[in-house]
């Protein structure tokens, strides 16, 4: 069983830093697509980030060249480093991957159950 579960959110005040990590279990043969969302109070879930297993990248406009987004394929971990963070970024913030297990033979959609990022002004 492949469980996602999303650390290294927290409070932290306008203009300053967070790193989110999402670290992955189970018996996983391949990991394609794994991207971070974000669902604020009263909004819809939107992507914040992806990156694909070849390492290519795809961020929200919201937050381009303020957040990165990179993994580690060895440890199948997806890391996302937010900087200059604004009130406005502050919501839910859910891991996703595209995951194929032994037991499949097409990815299935994983998500993590989310860590809380709290940005004061």
């Known amino acids: 069983q492949v469980q996602l579960v999303e650390s290294g959110g927290g409070l932290v005040q306008a203009g300053g830093s967070l790193r989110l990590s999402c670290t992955t279990s189970?018996?996983?043969?391949?990991?394609?697509?794994m991207g971070w969302y974000r669902q604020a109070p009263g909004k819809q879930r939107e992507l914040v980030a992806g990156?694909?297993?070849?390492?290519?990248?795809n961020y929200a406009d919201s937050v381009k060249g303020r957040f990165t987004i990179s993994r580690d394929n060895a440890k199948n971990t997806v890391y996302l480093q937010m900087n200059s963070l604004k009130p406005e970024d502050t919501a839910v913030y859910y891991c996703?991957?595209?995951?194929?297990?032994?037991?499949?033979?097409?990815?299935?959609?994983?998500w993590g159950k989310g860590t809380l990022v709290t940005v004061s002004s």
């Open positions: 990156v694909t297993s070849g390492g290519s990248t």
């Open positions: 189970g018996s996983i043969f391949r990991m394609n697509f």
């Open positions: 996703n991957a595209h995951i194929m297990t032994s037991m499949t033979s097409i990815p299935l959609n994983y």
